[in-house]
């Protein structure tokens, strides 16, 4: 005998975790944790670094500044926030909003990967360097790998583009900008999304 386990079910196992984690030192100062959002049938990921204070009063992730700027270019292109899934890697405040140190991300990791099986996307959209350095375990350059399909583990493709906080610390738009690329992506985004969705 066999039976399937809804996937709502799955994921309401790890945001239980995810609120009753306190195995970092950022579980003890934050206001809520982050799980994330989302469809959970997306064949699109989007995965950042960490929660800012805005993600923090709300538990709800890219809701501040960085987050309505990347709801605004998914609008552009034609897709929602509702169909796709939005998370971290990790999912509780670093203070000050510093960069989450690697043991932090690696302690957290085991709620990420468990959102990942659960979903099981086609594509990953690590946005900016420290989520997609997370992915690939190692350093690596934004700016020269952001725009490119790298494939990842179980066939999943890894497409890094710009975190929106840099974008909102380079305000050009001209062609050639990091905005002007970031967009170029996003309209890939939607492709990938439109291609896999009706697999």
Known sequence: M????RKEVL?????KRIESCFSCPLGPTRINPVPGEGSLDSPVMFVGEGPGEEEDKTGRPFVGKAGRLLTQMMEEVGLSREKVYITNVVKCRPPNN??????EMLTCSHHL???????NPKVIVPL???A???????KVSITKMRGKEIEWIGGIILFPTFHPSYLLRNRATGPGSPYDLAMQDMKRIKEYYDKYRKI
């Open 132 to 138: 997609l350095n997370f992915f690939l375990e190692k």
């Open 11 to 15: 994921m309401d196992v790890v945001v």
């Open 113 to 119: 990967l468990a959102q990942i099986q659960i979903i």
């Open 2 to 5: 066999s039976f399937i386990i």
């Open 98 to 103: 510093r960069v989450p140190t690697n043991q």
């Open 128 to 130: 900016g360097a420290t």
